[in-house]
């Protein structure tokens, strides 16, 4: 047997590579170059440029592709071969400094929210030495920054950087006046729970819906669904462990720590979580974990889907960011410290997240907003579309006495109390136990659960990055001045947690009470995409992002365009599929189920010319009915779709949210109640009860 310790991270051209291959001058100045966010010096890219060839060529490689990641949601590539032709017919193999650091991909198709006009479509890709490069299929991928040629970003990788630099100068800071004047950075870091769902391959192929939307479009409930309660946490079948065990090593060798994996809550639901990582990489690992999913699937004969609700009635998919900041000395700033003065700190960057979450919720929410998302938040299965936070006891009632110190000599002496025999100890079970919450404090990180299972995670990590880098700011600005440091920390602690509490709910989010609380807080209910992406817009969103540069006003604009172009393109596909499949699969199999069934009835009426055949008239009357409604409602469908060709940007987000889904709904509804009265043999496409409860 293999032993795991032995091939991890075998393709990547990781730091122990570097330190084996490299020349010690070039190792050293790199590994600065990294620490310090500087350009690259060409000959140092040069000699990087000619070890990296020279090590991929040794590991079967013929070509390398700088690997980027466009607001497409999923990566790009254009490889290369390494092959350049020399005297008498021959090659060699070269690899440039040049063309490490900078690729120009032909970029016009990519999307670009009108930031580039197609005169000057060409973008190019820039080296992030911070994300190791690796192999895959014989090629090296190089992980890339994607920008216009004028400079603005065009992917997800450039914003997150630049929040994560942000979010460090802020936090360095404020450590700085903790007195930490060793800490030169400060990283976030994230761990991504993924889940997805495995159905067999051959019945995927048979469903054009999953083929063209990644989600069922139809399908009456199976007889069980999740009631039972008996897959989660299950043992996990077979074929299945066996998939998983292939992933994971898969993974291993891409040197990504593939940690933890077991069945979801839905049947064919299931979970992997790596050890989490600097945000950035774990980015880029989330991103080659979520095609890894797709492509080992293919191998086992089964289809892996990452959509939000490939199925009506069980749970869908989400993505949970565990994300907390560090130092560069190894210090985790949202883990309660061991004494008053480390929890003086910890407080005080708690209170920073509270007051982030709370003043750009909204920003929350357009982070995690898109069509297929919107089927989970808000229903019964995942935090709902309102963003709150949830503290647990123990740090809610410390806060809480905080803000409740009129006498502050108790207060302090209460808090010491506290600060001593409480905090450091706060155990990982009484902080995990809401799972209700979008946002919830566990032990030493936040878990922000909103996402959907497809998201890259670069973008809700740019939001946090940024607004908690805002709220730090904020913060050093009253410190700056003050006489008293520690007073003004305690009158900070709690100043901006009176301000901010309303964000605080540590009861159940899944309520109509809640929905009902939260309005009377004030707090955001942004329930549907388009709603939510108006917010992103405000002024107040623009100014921030401007001010830290991580998007500039035309990059929020363009971005702005994209997300409401690719809501509106994502449900018109929806709609056109649910069209072909009405007219071309569901509507002449029912129409030949029941004229089968009425040449039954004629034919046993002519033998016997008695027989009154009831309950067969009544079907072939009613399935009738139906497929007449059907009809009608697939017609009313497209005439909407046709409609909606007049509206273009957020008003065309809007009209297919509010006209497009409802027609869509209707004509399910009815297609739904169809197929529970027609033979199984005669539906024509697989069922739910077919693709949910295969024996394996
Ligand atoms: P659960 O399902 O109980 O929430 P999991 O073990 O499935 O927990 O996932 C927890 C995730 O949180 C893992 O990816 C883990 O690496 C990650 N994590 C732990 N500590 C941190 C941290 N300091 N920063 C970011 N992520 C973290
Ligand atoms: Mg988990």
């Known amino acids: ?53 020279t090590w991929a060529v040794d590991n079967g490689c013929t070509h390398f592709t700088h690997w980027f990641q466009p607001m497409t949601g999923i990566t790009a590539e254009k490889h290369d071969a390494f092959i350049s032709p020399v005297d008498g017919g021959k090659v060699i193999l070269e690899f440039s400094g040049k063309e490490l650091i900078k690729g120009e991909p032909d970029a016009s198709s990519f999307p670009s929210g009108g930031l580039r006009a197609t005169f000057e479509a060409r973008g190019y890709t820039a080296w992030d030495p911070t994300s190791y490069a690796f192999i895959k299929d014989d090629t090296l991928y190089i992980p890339t920054a994607f920008c216009s040629y004028t400079g603005e970003v065009l992917d997800k990788k450039t914003p997150l950087l630049r929040s994560m630099e942000a979010l460090s100068k802020e ?32 019945d995927y192929a048979k469903r054009k819906d999953l083929v063209f939307t990644g989600r069922t479009l139809f399908g009456a409930r199976a007889p069980k669904g999740q009631e039972m309660e008996d897959h989660y946490f299950g043992s996990i079948k077979t074929r299945v462990a066996a998939y998983m065990r292939d992933l994971d090593k898969e993974l291993w060798k891409l040197g990504i720590t593939a940690k933890t994996r077991h069945n979801e809550v839905a049947p064919c639901q299931h979970e992997l979580a790596p050890v989490f990582a600097t945000t950035n990489v774990a980015t880029d690992h989330n991103q080659l974990t979520m095609e890894t999913m797709k492509k080992v699937a293919e191998r086992h004969g089964f289809t892996c889907l990452l959509h939000e609700k490939p199925f009506a ?28 003065k480390e929890n ?56 809480e006495s905080i803000a409740e110190g009129t006498d502050i000599a108790a207060a ?12 450091p100890s706060i155990p990982k079970d009484t902080t995990d136990r809401n799972r209700t919450s979008p946002f919830a404090f566990t032990g030493n990180r936040f878990e922000f659960r909103m996402l959907g299972s497809s998201f890259s995670v670069s973008g809700p990590n740019v939001v946090l990055n940024t607004i908690v880098a805002k709220a730090l700011k904020d913060f050093a600005a009253t410190l700056k001045d003050a006489k008293d440091f520690d007073a003004a920390v305690d009158a900070l602690i709690r100043d901006t947690y009176i301000a901010h509490k309303r964000i605080v709910f540590n009861g159940n989010n899944y309520s109509d009470e809640w929905v009902e609380e939260a309005a009377r807080r004030g707090l955001y209910n942004l329930k549907s995409t388009p709603e939510a992406l108006d917010t992103f817009v405000a002024d107040k969103n623009i100014a921030l992002f401007k001010e830290f540069g991580v998007f500039s006003p035309s990059e929020i604009h363009s971005r702005f365009e994209i997300l409401n172009e690719e809501y509106s393109k994502s449900l018109h596909i929806e709609a056109l599929t649910m069209g072909d499949m009405v007219n071309t699969q569901i509507i002449p199999a029912v129409s030949k189920y029941a004229g089968e069934l009425a040449s039954a009835i004629a034919a046993k009426k002519a033998i016997l010319p008695s027989l009154r055949c009831t309950a067969e008239t009544a079907l072939v009357e009613n399935i009738s009915a139906m497929l007449d409604d059907l009809a009608i409602k697939t017609a009313a469908l497209s005439s909407i779709v046709e409609k909606s060709a007049s509206f273009g940007g957020s008003e065309l987000a809007h009209f297919t949210r509010e006209c497009i889904v409802p027609a869509m709904e209707d004509v399910r509804a009815v297609a739904d109640k169809l197929e529970l009265s027609v033979s199984h043999e005669a539906w024509p496409f697989p069922t739910y009860g077919d693709m949910l409860f295969y024996v394996d």
């Open 1 to 53: 047997m293999e032993n795991v310790a032995d091939y991890f991270g075998c393709l990547v051209f990781n730091d122990a590579v570097m330190r084996e291959k490299l020349p010690k001058d070039i190792y050293k100045s790199l590994k600065k170059t990294v620490s310090e966010g500087k350009d690259i010096d060409i000959t140092v890219a040069n000699s990087v440029a000619n070890a990296m060839k």
């Open 171 to 202: 936090a360095v800071e404020i450590l700085h006046m903790f007195g930490k004047d060793d800490v030169k950075r400060v990283i976030t870091t994230v761990g991504p729970e993924q889940e997805y769902f495995l159905i067999n391959k051959e």
């Open 313 to 340: 009635g069980v749970n869908g998919s989400g993505k949970h960011n565990n994300w907390s900041i560090s130092t560069d000395t190894g210090l985790n700033l949202l883990s309660p410290g061991s004494n008053p």
């Open 412 to 423: 302090e002496k209460k808090r010491m109390e506290l600060g001593v025999h409480v905090l």
């Open 344 to 399: 003086k700190q910890f407080l005080l960057f708690l209170v920073a997240v509270i007051k982030a979450v709370d003043e750009y919720q909204d920003l929350l929410r357009v982070s995690v907003a898109s069509a297929s998302n919107d089927h989970r938040l808000g229903a019964n299965e995942a935090p709902p579309a309102i963003v709150s936070m949830f503290l647990g006891d123990e740090l809610s009632t410390i806060l």
